[in-house]
């Protein structure tokens, strides 16, 4: 029923940008409060933007503030997230998810490796 599908994740250099999309169905996606989270290895998952159903507030963590652009397209069911100068510990498998958290909307997320 509901499905989270992130994508356009990948290898870029330090420094470098990647811009990744978060294709939402099933749920009333516009009423939500959407986050991206990302999760390295061994490490806990961490949230690091989120947006408010209106597109109106923004809220980043420290680690990504200034560098990171979260948005999205209510009319497409999206969510964006821009990573510009992206460091190598930014490596992370990245996920959207609602707020409230739904623990059953997780999808695969999408693998961004930022190395030399």
């Known amino acids: 029923q509901v499905q989270l599908v992130e994508s356009g994740g990948g290898l870029v250099q330090p420094g470098g940008s990647l811009r990744l999309s978060c294709a939402a169905s099933?749920?009333?996606?516009?009423?939500?409060?959407m986050r991206w989270y990302r999760q390295a290895p061994g490490k806990e998952r961490e949230p690091v933007a989120g947006i408010s159903g209106s597109g109106s507030m923004t809220t980043y963590a420290d680690s990504v503030k200034g560098r990171f652009t979260i948005s999205r397209d209510n009319a497409k069911n999206m969510v964006y997230l821009q990573m510009n100068s992206l460091k190598p510990e930014d490596t992370a498998n990245y996920y959207c998810?609602?707020?409230?958290?739904?623990?059953?909307?997780w999808g695969q997320g999408t693998q961004v490796t930022v190395s030399s």
């Open positions: 998810n609602t707020v409230p958290l739904h623990d059953d909307y």
């Open positions: 099933g749920f009333s996606f516009r009423i939500y409060f």
